[in-house]
């Protein structure tokens, strides 16, 4: 018994890490452990008002919209509103609260699980819809992990992507490809943090130099260099690396003042994967140890 | 059903949050057509020719002539085939597309080799299948009840090689 067990892992890669069942899912107001083979399938940036929705491979499995309101609303009255005018009058589900969420999960299949809350902090209204009723059911561990995403830190978790940020930076442009994935955030004075993760390293011709794989894979086209090494999470080599950017053109490329680039690129060999965090700044507004802030998933 | 169910559940929370009704958007469904996709059957074309290298593998397509062309090829002696080099990704994927396993099951497998999600490894896989597709190196039967209809061959018809004219057409679209 022992050795066929061993016989089967034989051909697993050695350091690959075991699955999560569980993943970190952060956006705008909220931050949740979601099944970890849930992904992102849409979408919406705006903090006021927008929609995420989840699925795994059968199908949508999480929506969860949210709109910032001025006059504090009354998310029981709304949820069962919600409740009444699916059921219709007749049918009674009742609604409990969990972790602050007022919740009807009704036992039936053919509705859909329905939980809302105001977090009068930020002002949002939020409310989760859960689809696809089926056993094991998710919905519980999904509310109770909750937490409010609106500190002075924010949590950035979606598309297999993990940082947590000060809360000036907000995400602007979003690249959710199967092999390549990437966020940019940028603050209102126009700094931004750019975050990207590469699949299939093995398999990129230039998949053994970070340095090359990041110039390639960048949008700015400036000469980088590098500048050091260091280790993520103290096990996954990496690089620094540095480049300079100036205005746009012009007169404004004369006169603007020098931005400095900082990247920190490593790979993790157990997934196949690389990442790297860029961030393009003033030097004194310029994050330290901004890789200590991603987590690999 | 689901499509209208999921509508009036979005429709009830955006007028719970204050939206205008007209505001509401319907809510697309990909269940069907993942479902179906998954469900798909893909195989190598009978006419190629596969044959694997370490770095990849190359595939030879014979192309057929009809008509006043095949009296051209005899006359100018036009090629009568076409070959593609893969490489060693798109090798492996083909590899797997043996005709016994579904989409599903070889978006699984691929998967768990690269250490990718199924969304991943379908997004991958299906982004090199169309042109592989399109070029006469794969077949894909789809299942005959889904969104889309089915139960056809979808690549050259029958597994018969593809004239010079698709070809043709087919490197142009995929260039």
């Known amino acids: 018994m022992k050795s066929s067990s061993t016989a089967d892992t034989a051909g697993a890669v050695p350091d690959a890490p075991a699955a999560p069942a569980v993943a970190r899912l952060g956006w705008h107001h909220l931050l949740l452990d979601v099944p970890a083979d849930s992904e992102v399938l849409a979408y919406q940036a705006d903090p006021r008002k927008g929609r995420l929705v989840l699925g795994d491979r059968r199908g949508e499995t999480l929506q969860i919209f949210w709109r910032v309101t001025h006059r504090t609303p009354d998310p029981l009255r709304g949820l069962e509103r919600v409740v009444r005018a699916l059921t219709g009058d007749g049918a009674r589900e009742p609604i409990f609260t969990i972790n602050g969420w007022h919740a009807c999960l009704p036992e039936r299949d053919d509705l859909p699980g329905l939980a809302c809350r105001y977090e009068a902090r930020s002002g949002a209204l939020l409310y989760a819809v859960f689809p696809r009723r089926s056993h094991p059911r998710p919905e519980l561990a999904i509310l109770e992990s909750y937490h409010p995403n609106d500190g002075e830190e924010r949590a950035w978790a979606a598309f297999g992507l993990d940082v947590t940020l000060p809360a000036a930076f907000a995400p602007a442009a979003v690249r959710p490809f199967p092999l390549v994935q990437s966020i940019r955030f940028e603050n209102p004075r126009g700094e931004s943090i750019t975050l990207c993760r590469r699949s299939l390293l093995s398999h990129l011709p230039d998949g053994d130099d970070l340095a090359v794989l990041y110039a390639r894979n960048t949008e700015h086209k400036r000469p980088v260099s590098r500048t050091g090494i260091f280790l993520h999470d103290t096990v996954h080599p990496g690089v620094t690396l540095a480049y300079t950017t100036r205005g746009k053109g012009g007169l404004e490329g004369l006169i603007a003042p020098t931005w400095q680039g900082r990247v920190w690129a490593w790979r993790c060999p157990g997934t196949d994967r690389a990442y790297w965090i860029d961030q393009n700044a003033p030097e004194k507004h310029l994050l330290h140890e901004l890789q200590e802030r991603v987590r690999c998933r | ?175």
Request: proline fraction near 5%; hydrophobic fraction near 40%.
């Open chain 2, 1 to 175: 059903m689901k499509t209208d169910r999921q509508q009036i559940v979005n429709a009830a929370i955006r007028t719970a949050m204050g939206d205008r009704a007209e505001d509401v958007e319907p809510s697309r469904r990909m269940e069907d057509l993942i479902d179906w996709q998954m469900r798909s059957l893909v195989l190598r074309a009978p006419s190629a020719i596969f044959s694997l290298r370490p770095d990849g593998a190359t595939v030879v397509v014979p192309i057929a002539y009809r008509g006043w062309r095949s009296l051209a090829r005899c006359l100018f002696r036009l090629r009568r085939e076409r070959r593609y080099a893969l490489d060693r990704l798109s090798a492996e994927a083909v590899e797997l597309f043996d005709g016994r396993r579904t989409l599903g099951e070889v978006v699984d497998e691929f998967g768990a080799r690269h250490h990718l999600t199924f969304f991943e490894a379908r997004g991958a896989l299906l982004g090199f299948l169309h042109p592989l597709l399109r070029k006469g190196i794969l077949l894909l039967v789809a299942p005959r009840e889904g969104p889309l209809g089915g139960g056809a061959a979808l690549g050259p018809a029958g597994g018969e090689p593809l004239t010079e004219r698709a070809h043709r057409r087919a490197g142009k679209e995929t260039r």
